[in-house]
Structures are given as structure tokens and as C-alpha cells.
């Protein structure tokens, strides 16, 4: 069982911040691409950024230019800094690892999710 621990949501005020942190063990860290993906009421689950072991990202478009992710490997820890926060940025927000291999294909695991609520 491959454990995750998020934190950093909350409740904010539109056109503030957070930054959102997920730390899973060395072993999947080291070999995974670690994502963020969110979920609001009554809509599916969305990518929202991720990035690989080397550092190359992806970001939905709703939040590009507005969140960075980012992968610390000495504290096998991903970040999501989100900055000019929108009502509709309010969800129920997901840490993924993927690991891919040759032999097993694709493998993802999933944080239990952490809420971010964005109200004045």
C-alpha cells in the first residue's frame, strides 16, 4: 500500500493562494510521474497539472499560467503553488503517482484527496 500525505488546502478568498503538498515513499516518488488531478461536485475527475522525473510539466488550461508544479527529490514531496485562485478552482483536489514500465504498463496510485474551497 503506497502512502500519501497531502496537505495545504483550505478555504480562500477569490484571487489568493495556496500551495498544495503531497509526499509519498522514495520508492514510488523516485520512479513515478507525480500529477494533481481534482474533482468538483457532480463533474468528473480532471488532470490538473503533473511532471515527470525530469521535470517536464503539463498543465490543464483552465489553470496555466496560474499554477506551477513542482517535485522536490530530496523530500520526495510534489507541490502545486496555486496563485489567482477562481470560485471555479473549488474541489476536491487528488496527488497522483504513474509509474510506467515496459512489462507491467501503466500503474497509478492516488492520494485520498484534500479540499480546496475558493469563497469570498
Known amino acids: 500500500q503506497v502512502q500519501f500525505v497531502e496537505s495545504g488546502g483550505g478555504l480562500v478568498q477569490p484571487g489568493g493562494s495556496l500551495r498544495l503538498s503531497c509526499a509519498v515513499s522514495?520508492?514510488?516518488?523516485?520512479?513515478?510521474?507525480m500529477g494533481w488531478y481534482r474533482q468538483a461536485p457532480g463533474k468528473e475527475r480532471e488532470l490538473v497539472a503533473d511532471?515527470?522525473?525530469?521535470?517536464?510539466?503539463n498543465y490543464a488550461d483552465a489553470v496555466k499560467g496560474r499554477f506551477t508544479i513542482s517535485r522536490d527529490n530530496t523530500k520526495n514531496t510534489v507541490y502545486l503553488q496555486m496563485n489567482s485562485l477562481r470560485p471555479e478552482d473549488t474541489a476536491l483536489y487528488y496527488c497522483?503517482?504513474?509509474?510506467?514500465?515496459?512489462?507491467?504498463?501503466?500503474?497509478?496510485?492516488w492520494g485520498q484527496g484534500i479540499q480546496v474551497t475558493v469563497s469570498s
Open positions: 522514495r520508492t514510488i516518488f523516485s520512479l513515478a510521474t
Open positions: 497522483n503517482a504513474q509509474l510506467t514500465s515496459m512489462i507491467f504498463g501503466t500503474t497509478e496510485y
Open positions: 511532471i515527470t522525473i525530469g521535470d517536464s510539466t
